[in-house]
C-alpha cells in the first residue's frame, strides 16, 4: 500500500520483537507484572499511533515548551517527589508513580535537536558551544542533584550527537582520561599511580618536542594538566570514603568481587551471575530458572531483567537479544545518517545513543563490570514509565524518518 512506503520496517519490527520478548520475560518474573507491563504497552502503541498520524513538525516547533516542562518537572520533585528504593525521582498519584527523568530525555534530545538545526548554529563558535552544552547541562545537574548518578551517565549521550554534527573528539579522550584515573587510582597506589602520569606525559613531550610551539601557554597548560590528573590520583580514594556507604560499596564490588559485599551491595550481583551461569546454552526453559522462580534477585523485573533472560533462554538466547539490541541501535544510526533534515538527524543520533548508553551500562552492570546504578534495559525492564518514554521517541524518530523519506525536497 502506498501509504505503508517509508515505514522502517526492520526497526519497528525489531521494536516490537524486543516489547513482546520484555513482556513474556517479565511475566515469568512476576505475573502481575508482566500482565500490567502488556497494559503499559498498549497504552504505548495508542500514543505512537497518535504521534504516527499528528504532524513531523509538531515536535521540531514545539521543542521549547517541553525542554522548559521537563526541566520543571525534573525541579518540581524536590519538594514533591516520594522516595522510592532510596531516591526521590518519581511522582505518585494514587497507585499511578511517574519518573521524569525518562522524559527529560526526550525533551532534551528535542531541544538540543532544535537549536542545532538552527542556521546560526556553529560549534567552532563559542556561544553555539556554551548553549550546547548548557541545554544538556541543566538537567544533567538536576538529575544528578537528585541524586540519581545512573541517569545522569545517560546524558553523556549527547555529545555523541554533538560529534557527529562537529565536537572536537578530544573532549571524549578528556573525560575517558579523567575517569581511568579516578578507578585505577582506586585500586593501585596513588603514587605508582601520578608516577605513570609524569612518564607517560614526559615521554610524549620526548616524541612530539620539535613539533610543539613552546611558549608560557603551552607549557602552563602541559603543568596544569600534570597536576591536575595527580591530584585526582591522590583525591580518589578519599572522594570514594566521602560517598554514600551504598554508592561506594557498589563501586568497591568491582575491584573486591561481589561475594565481600554477599549480604549488601553485592547481593543482586551475586545472583544475578548465579542466574546467568545456570543457563548454560540453551537455558532451563521459560519460567523454569530457579533463580527467577525463587525470587533470589530482588527487583528482578527492572534493572536485573537479563539475568531471567540468561537463566531461562541460555547463551543462544542472550545472544540473539544483544544482537537484536545492537542490529536495532545499529540501524537508528543508519537511518539518523541518511536524514536530509539537520533536525531528525541529531534526533536520529541522541535517541541511538541514549539507547546504546542504556544497553551498555545495563548488561555491564548485571555482569559486574560496571556499577550498579540503577539503569533500566529500554523497552525490557518493567515500567510504565521507561517504556512509555522509549515508545515516544521511537515514533517520534520513526515518523520523523517517515515524512523524510515521502519529502519531496
Known sequence: MKWTEGIDKLGLGLYFLLCIFAIANIYSVDQKLGEKQLVFFGIS??????????????????????????????????PFGKEILGQKNWYKFGSFTMQPVEFAKISTTLMLANYVSGPDFNLSNKKSLYTALGIIGIPA????????????????????ALYREGLNGLLFGIGFLFAGVFLISLAVNPIYVAAAIVLIIGGWIAMNYYK????????????????????????????????????????????????AFRDTSGYNLLYSKTAIGSGGLLGKGYREGSVTQGKFVPEQETDYIFCTVGEEWGFVGSAILILSYMVYIGRIYYLAEKQKSTFNRVFG????????????????????????????????????????????????????????KNSLV
Open 45 to 78: 502503541l495508542f500514543v505512537g499511533l497518535i504521534i504516527f498520524v499528528g504532524r513531523s513538525k509538531f515536535f521540531e516547533n514545539m521543542a521549547g515548551i517541553f525542554y522548559i516542562g521537563g526541566v520543571l518537572l525534573l525541579i518540581g520533585l524536590f
Open 141 to 160: 545537574a538536576v538529575v544528578l542533584m537528585i541524586p540519581d548518578v545512573g541517569s545522569m551517565l545517560v546524558f553523556i549521550a549527547f555529545f555523541i
Open 212 to 259: 610543539m610551539s613552546w611558549n608560557v601557554i603551552s607549557i602552563a597548560s602541559i603543568v596544569g594538566s600534570v597536576l591536575v590528573l595527580c591530584g585526582l590520583a591522590f583525591g580518589s580514594p578519599y572522594i570514594l570514603e566521602k560517598l554514600p556507604k551504598h554508592q561506594r560499596e557498589r563501586i568497591e564490588v568491582l575491584y573486591k568481587g561481589e561475594k
Open 349 to 404: 543520533y541522541c535517541f541511538a545513543s541514549i539507547l546504546l548508553m542504556h544497553f551498555t551500562i545495563n548488561l555491564g552492570m548485571v555482569m559486574g563490570l560496571f556499577p550498579t546504578v540503577g539503569i533500566p534495559l529500554p523497552y525490557f525492564s518493567y515500567g510504565g514509565s521507561s517504556l512509555l518514554a522509549f515508545s515516544i521517541m521511537t515514533f517520534i524518530f520513526f515518523k520523523l524518518n517517515y515524512s523524510d
